[in-house]
Each structure stands twice: as structure tokens, then as C-alpha cells.
């Protein structure tokens, strides 16, 4: 089964200028994060201009569009487009956008220690390097995940049947991660991260279940597939994903974005999960928070079990039971 099954409900937010731009769960503060997210999704030629403005975005602030097309080897109409397309009105405002993102770096403080990691790297660049692209991505995804679309998806997971939680790869150990705090909290949810496996449980959703596929590109096959089975029995479906307009997006009724960056020796698949992972602490506080009772006492019993099972708690001399035979 395909993923482009059933009508796209993913809502198109509002952009600063009044027009289309975005998706469900995208609310952007930095260009740059906007940019890199929407990037897969832009014709070619756009490309060339987001590569661009990527490569040296503090340049392009006080560049002319003229200069800026010619670096691109493109016109300044598509500029202008490219512009449109990421949801900023036209270049004076991209230019306005990156000159704030700019003042903002510079008041922080922060510091660019890159991304790209190479061969020749020494081991306290590579630490260094794997530091800033873990808290960047922290801070962006922090920064642009939309606060309203984040308290749906709670209130859907905090009421739902059931939950299933699927994919595959790197997004697999955060898919067993949300599942696994999810169930400690008592709520039912599963994990599944064998397409064949999420298939069959998504066969078997109904209204009242929710479905959850966590993929950084948004394109892959299988948790596409996954998520578009369990909406076509009516399960409530979200996408926890890097880029609002890819094809997962079609096939959810809510759809959560990460920043992440991808970088050499596929750090991407390192700073991905980071990402994600800050987003399903955000929705499993939301869910313990709106059962917090029922929570806070499964979180006791779930404590009380395997902490006897610490070598604190046998060199207190209490023994965990035995299985009988």
C-alpha cells in the first residue's frame, strides 16, 4: 500500500507576510532553521539560493538580490520565489530575517564551532562538534515546535485507546523510547520498529487509537506506509519528522518538526535522534501531567519493582523473589 492514501489534512499555517507557508507544527523563528527544514521541498534552482544563503546567511544580509541570484547562477525572479517558498514575503525581508538572526548570535554569544567533522579532526574538536550540534538541535527544535499543535497531540495521546509507535533505523530507539515511558505511566502503547509488525498492528486500529511515526527525512517507505494504514481505520495519526512538507505530512493529522542538521560520518542520524527525543519528553510530561494521580502511582510501583533488584538494596539484605519453578 502506498502512503498517498486518503485527502492531505495536515493544516497550512499562516506565514508573517499573510500567505500560505509551512505546515501544522511549524512555527519558525529562524530563517535558518526554516530554510534547512523546507530545503528537500524546493524546486532545484531554489535550492541553489537556500545553499547560499546557508553557506554565509550573515553575508547575504547585506548582499543585493542581484549579487545573490548571480552566486546562485540563477535570476532574481527566482530569488524572489525561493523566498515566497519558505514563507517569507520577499528578499527585504529575508534580508531583515537574517540580519535579526545575526544581532541575535552575536548578543548571545554563541559560538559556531561547525558541524562537518573530518578525518583529520582531533578528539577534543570531535567532542566539541558533537556538543554544539546536540544543543543546537535541542535549542532549535525547542525554539520552532508549535505549542498548539504539541498540546493536540497530548490531549489525543492522553486520551487514546491505544498508541502505536512505529519506526525504523536510527528513529527506531526513539520510537521504543516513547513507548516504553508512555507504558511506565500505564497508558497502553507499543513499539514497533518491523514493518511487517506495524503493518498488522496498524490493520487493527480503530477511532479512539492514535498511531505515532517518527522519521527525520518524513520519506521513509515504511512508517509512511504504517501511518497511512492505521488513518484508513480511523486511528488518529502523528508525524514526528525534520521536514513539514514530506511525504509522511500527507498521511497525519498532526505533525511535530525537529531542527536537526545533518553533518559528516552521518552525524545527522546522532543529532536526529537528539532532536526527536526532546519532543517525546515534551509529550510524555504532557501525558503524565493531564494523569498525573494515576501516573504518579504507576511511576511509584514501576520504582518499588526493579528497585530491589539494585545491589544497594541486596546489600541491605532484601532479596528480589525468586521465580518459582
Known sequence: MRARLGRQVVARASDDSGGSGGSEGFRVS???VRIRSLLPGLARAEQRVAEVVLADAASVAHRSITTVAEAAGTSETTVTRFCKAIGIGGYPELR???AVEAARSAASGSREVGGDIGPGDRLVDVVAKVAFADARAVEET????DIAVLDSVVEVLAAANRVDVCAVGA???VALDLQRKLHRIG???FAWTDVYMALTSAALLTPGDVAVGVSHTGSTLETVDALARARLNGACTVAITNFPRSPITEVADHVLT???RETTFRAGALVSRTAQLTVVDCLFIGVAQRHHESAQRALASTHEAIS???LDARADGRRAPRSRR
Do not use: E, K, M
Open 30 to 32: 529562524s530563517p535558518l
Open 96 to 98: 531583515l530575517a537574517l
Open 142 to 145: 525547542a525554539d520552532q515546535l
Open 171 to 173: 528513529s527506531a530507539f
Open 187 to 189: 497508558r497502553t502503547a
Open 258 to 260: 525537529t531542527a536537526a
Open 308 to 310: 530491589a533488584r539494585g
